[in-house]
Nanobody, 124 residues
Framework: QVQVVECGGGLVQAGGSLRLSCVAS????????MGWFRHAPGKEREFVAF????????YYADSVKGRFTISRDNAKNTVYLQMSSLKPEDTAIYYC?????????????????WGQGTQVTVSS
């Protein structure tokens, strides 16, 4: 059974930074593409970023490109989301997800295992 646990959320002022971490266990983490998604009240779940199993391929939503960086440490079974220049519209619950596909995707239904989410609140 795969377990996915996120942490690192919190309250930050606009322009500030946060780093989210996600630890996945229970399968071969180093071969799994990983993604971050977010869900804000009244909005649909939104893709944020993904990373390939090797870390060589990354992709970002336009709304976060240039401000967020996804990375991974396979030795620690951990994927990170470094968020900078945060805006109030980044406020959401952020979810980490593990894909059993060979390729990363921005489509939420391509991911099989999800964490419980971590709240990020950006004040203006």
């Amino acid at each position: 059974q795969v377990q996915v646990v996120e942490c690192g959320g919190g309250l930050v002022q606009a322009g500030g930074s946060l780093r989210l971490s996600c630890v996945a266990s229970g399968r071969t983490f180093s071969s799994a593409p990983m993604g971050w998604f977010r869900h804000a009240p009244g909005k649909e779940r939104e893709f944020v970023a993904f990373i390939s199993w090797s870390g060589e391929i990354t992709y970002y939503a336009d709304s976060v490109k240039g401000r967020f960086t996804i990375s991974r440490d396979n030795a620690k079974n951990t994927v990170y989301l470094q968020m900078s220049s945060l805006k109030p519209e980044d406020t959401a619950i952020y979810y980490c997800a593990v894909s059993s596909s060979d390729y990363p995707s921005e489509l939420w239904f391509q991911y099989d295992y999800w964490g419980q989410g971590t709240q990020v609140t950006v004040s203006s």
